[in-house]
């Protein structure tokens, strides 16, 4: 396959990767309720981005370290919110 058709998949993939928590971190923004937010998850979310950036890294993958980048930004928001709004 064309390199340039795999890095446009990568970036797609990205894009979506990234985006899959935000929804949940505006929502948990707007209506501080954190009750149903699994801090395990949050925990594991956090650890597989950071496995995947280093990953990611090592591979030389720019859509990958740009995903789990913001995808790792997006998680410690959202254990940020689950400690604080948790009190």
Do not use: E
């Amino acid at each position: 396959m064309n390199p340039l058709t795999v890095d446009i998949i990568g970036y797609f993939a990205a894009f979506f990767g990234t985006i899959l928590m935000l929804p949940q971190a505006l929502k948990t923004y707007r209506t501080r309720h954190v009750a149903d937010i699994s801090l395990v998850m949050l925990v594991v979310y956090i650890i597989n981005c950071m496995l995947w950036g280093v990953y990611g890294y090592f591979m030389r993958s720019g859509p990958m370290l740009i995903c789990n980048g913001l995808a790792l930004i997006i998680g410690f928001l959202m254990l940020s919110m689950k400690i604080m709004f948790s009190r």
